[in-house]
């Protein structure tokens, strides 16, 4: 028997907290990218950690405000915490491998490839961890062809946004660019959710044991939200995280040239001033008696 399923019980609600939540944490995730790429490389780790995380929890967000509006109206749905929270921990390590790539090799050529692949094959794998997580009377059944183009979605979208977290432009630029991540993820999730089909079994199977959503919802929304907290205080408390391209680069190198100027003959400290420029001998010419 085929379940019902209804993937927006609460109407606009949880798709667009959802989509509030995939842009914060995009745009923090993008803002300490960027970050790591102005610092020391003494600094860059922390500030590449930082960015892993923050993505990670935001999209990790995304995924289950998301998930408290689908329901299958035949049957109760209950979430195992093992599961559930391991996909958190996936979706930060692949998201960070694919960070630390771009953020040390840089945001071009094989380097961005390669760390957008594996940075949206995480945003992948959480999803459809967290999907294994579910336990209703039934078994979840998913369209092949659907599940592919969700995959391809992510790692779209996933690389459009390394890629523009290394161009260093400023906020705007960055916030845009969160934006379309978080535009990007949703639809992720919801073209993988349209992937998924329910089966139901017998009214006489045994009841699933895992918590339900509410009992979930508490851990779920507290522990990421401050921690998405905290990683914007750090962010807006940096001044370079506000300023442009230029400016960026100015107060990295500390406002002074990363060469001294050559000095100009003619100047009045330059020892080289009066002296006459060599000059190169010419063809010889027979003398004139």
């Not at 003619?266 to 009066?274: E, K, M, S």
């Amino acid at each position: 028997m085929q379940g019902t399923v209804d993937g927006f019980s609460y109407g606009l609600v949880t798709p667009v907290a959802a989509y509030l939540m995939a842009c914060l944490g995009g745009a923090l995730g993008l803002r300490c990218t960027t970050r790591s790429l102005l610092v020391a490389h003494s600094w860059r780790p922390g500030w590449l950690a930082l960015g892993s995380a923050a993505i990670g929890s935001g999209i990790w967000t995304m995924h289950f405000i998301a998930m408290m509006g689908f329901t299958v109206d035949e049957a109760p749905i209950h979430y195992d915490k093992a599961l559930t929270f391991a996909s958190l921990g996936v979706a930060i390590l692949m998201v960070g491998i694919g960070i630390f790539i771009v953020g040390y090799r840089g945001a071009t050529g094989t380097a961005l490839f390669t760390g957008g692949t594996i940075t949206g094959l995480g945003v992948a794998s959480m999803h459809y961890l967290g999907m294994a997580g579910m336990r209703l009377r039934g078994t979840l059944e998913y369209n092949t062809l659907t599940v592919s183009a969700s995959v391809v979605i992510a790692v779209v979208a996933a690389t459009a946004a390394l890629w523009a977290a290394g161009q260093v432009r400023g906020f705007l630029w960055s916030l845009g660019a969160s934006l379309v991540m978080g535009l990007a993820v949703s639809g992720m999730h919801y073209v993988g959710m349209a992937a998924l089909s329910v089966h139901l079994h017998g009214s006489d199977a045994a009841p699933t044991a895992g918590d339900s959503p509410a009992e979930l919802l508490a851990p779920m929304m507290i522990g990421p939200l401050a921690f998405l907290l905290l990683a914007g205080v750090i962010v807006m408390f940096d001044p370079l995280m506000v300023m442009g391209k230029t400016d960026l680069r100015s107060a990295a190198q500390g406002q002074h040239a990363p060469y001294p100027p050559v000095p100009r003959s003619g100047d009045r400290h330059d020892p080289r001033a009066g002296r006459r420029p060599p000059q190169r001998p010419g063809p010889k010419t027979p003398q004139s008696w």
